[in-house]
């Protein structure tokens, strides 16, 4: 036989191909099941049982020959895609709505100058933009201004914004590193931060889950943690969105497998949406999956569940390094309060964290310990009219179409708003109503909720400037510090809404009821600095 025949053989072996018909063949899995039975057996059993091994596995030889020598694991949707071609299609499709638009934009849901005001010199303030589509969720994340200080860059400038969708892209065949020779992570740029961390990537990509032990915690065996170099940890990330986030490729089973959602799932010692709030919830069976001699534990869904599925990203969550509310003490990635769902929706966020002592920053004209949310759309949505009646975030977001082509039914993977398939979601359930009337309803509350969200605003600018004035005039400490307290409660209960998707939507009562806590604790606040600086001018 020659050489390039025998080797077309060995690559058809390798991948399961018969040659004899050009159709899949049965993988053998003899050679894994010695030392990897549970995952074989699952195989054998499932929807991939006719996909060998080496599909999604390169370097399997050499780890035949030496258990030490690891495979490689394709990490890549369009691995996934070369089979599922409608999911993968539409998981990619690019949104209408252009990148690094501003939040802080004057029709933006966190308008400028009062966001910049409100959250002093955090991060965010450098840069706050609207979601995009998923196909750039690493991108994006990457390159904001906020996150590695202009560091990575995109190869061709602006043109980066011309991709088209329908597939995925690879990050570093986008983006560059302007700083190869070194990991500082350090602002490089003016009007730039470094706050990124090697927890941030965890909501972005799947690419590091085999070397990231539960929680992220530093064990022997894990080669990046919570305190990793973040610039060393996203150089290692090169998909976002994959498919093995929600479906194990094993057993094809749905599952979770973001560590904090987990860790959140299991925890029982206080509030939590999930066991106290949703409406309908799904058993999750987690199991330790970690074969490198470290804990890595996959949350196994009874059922396909898209809201536990989402709400491994869409969540307020803790990923960086904070301060004790009670000692001013640095909290550091040393702690796993770094990488941390609170699970508690508005109603309970700010005892939440008064509970487990944990603030971002302190704001520079007030002296107030805050928190900075991040998007906690499960759990807003959880308990709401839309949850108690049944629908998930499949539902509204991810609808069953048909192919065109095929006329078949398939569940679309583009993450968008319910307005490009008003029949396939509202019109689903409000059968005697029509497209135009459900976008009529769907911007009412939406503009209902912006003036609520507008008011709350004013309330807190008319706090900031009595806590200019008081401070300027040297008022009493205890009057600062209960005017301090009312303004943790004002900024939770305001900012939470501008960081949250969908706020108008999602669970619009309990949006209105927590800015009207956000408006009262500033007029309260307002109105105890207004007396103290009358006292002080009696004396």
Not at 290 to 300: E, I, L, M, N, Q
Request: charged share 25%.
């Amino acid at each position: 036989m020659h050489h390039q025949t025998k080797h077309l053989a060995a690559l058809i072996a390798a991948i399961g191909l018969s040659a004899a018909t050009g159709a899949w063949a049965a993988p053998d899995l003899s050679a894994c099941q010695t030392c990897h039975a549970d995952l074989t057996k699952t195989h054998a059993s499932a929807g991939h049982k006719d996909v060998a091994c080496t599909t999604c596995h390169g370097g399997v030889e050499d780890h035949l020959k030496n258990m030490k020598q690891r495979p490689t694991v394709s990490m890549d949707p369009a691995t996934c895609g070369a089979c599922h071609q409608d999911q993968y299609k539409s998981l990619f499709t690019v949104s209408d709505r252009p990148a690094r638009q501003s939040k802080k934009a004057a029709e933006g849901p966190a308008p400028d100058p009062f966001f910049d005001r409100a959250m002093g010199a955090h991060g965010f303030t450098k840069e706050h933009d609207l979601p995009r589509a998923h196909t750039f969720m690493a991108i994006d994340q990457f390159i904001v201004d906020r996150a590695f200080g202009g560091r990575f860059e995109p190869k061709e400038g602006w043109l980066y914004t011309t991709l088209e969708g329908g597939k995925s892209y690879k990050v570093w065949d986008v983006l560059k590193d302007n700083h190869p020779e070194n990991n500082e992570h350090k602002p490089f740029k003016p009007g730039t931060a470094a706050a990124g961390n090697a927890v941030c990537w965890t909501c972005k990509s799947s690419d590091l889950m085999l070397d990231w032990a539960y929680m992220g915690d530093k064990v022997e065996g894990a080669a990046f943690n919570r305190g990793s170099n973040a610039v060393d940890v996203v150089r290692k990330v090169n998909h976002a969105i994959n498919c093995n986030f929600c479906h194990d490729p094993h057993n094809t089973k749905p599952r979770i497998i973001r560590d904090a959602l987990i860790e959140s799932i299991e925890r029982k010692d206080g509030p939590n949406v999930w066991h106290e709030v949703a409406a309908h919830k799904t058993d999750v069976e987690v199991k330790d999956m970690g074969v490198r001699g470290f804990t890595r534990k996959v949350g196994y869904l009874a059922k396909p569940d898209a809201n536990l599925m989402c709400a491994q990203c869409h969540v307020e969550y803790i990923c960086n390094p904070g301060i004790d509310a009670k000692t001013g003490e640095k909290i550091g990635m040393d702690n796993r309060l770094t990488n941390h769902f609170p699970m508690v929706n508005a109603d309970q966020i700010e005892a939440y964290y008064e509970k487990i002592g944990y603030r971002d920053f302190v704001h520079p004209l007030t002296g107030a310990k805050l928190v900075k949310m991040q998007h906690p759309d499960f759990e807003t949505y959880l308990g709401s009219k839309h949850d108690k009646a049944g629908a998930t975030c499949q539902n509204c977001h991810m609808p069953k179409v048909k192919d065109e082509k095929t006329g078949k039914t398939y569940t679309l993977h583009w993450a968008t708003s319910p307005r490009h398939y008003l029949k396939e979601t509202c019109l689903s359930c409000h059968k005697d109503k029509t497209e135009a009337q459900m976008t009529s309803a769907i911007d009412a509350m939406h503009g209902y909720y912006t003036g609520k969200l507008r008011e709350a605003e004013s309330r807190m600018d008319e706090m900031f400037n009595a806590f200019e004035l008081a401070l300027a005039v040297g008022v009493d400490e205890k009057a600062l510090e209960e005017a301090r307290k009312l303004h943790s409660t004002a900024h939770v209960n305001w900012e939470y809404w501008t960081a949250v998707n969908g706020a108008w939507f999602h669970n619009p009562d309990q949006a209105v009821r927590s800015l009207a806590k956000a408006a009262k604790a500033a007029q309260d606040a307002t109105a105890i600095l207004r007396k103290a600086m009358a006292e002080k001018q009696k004396k």
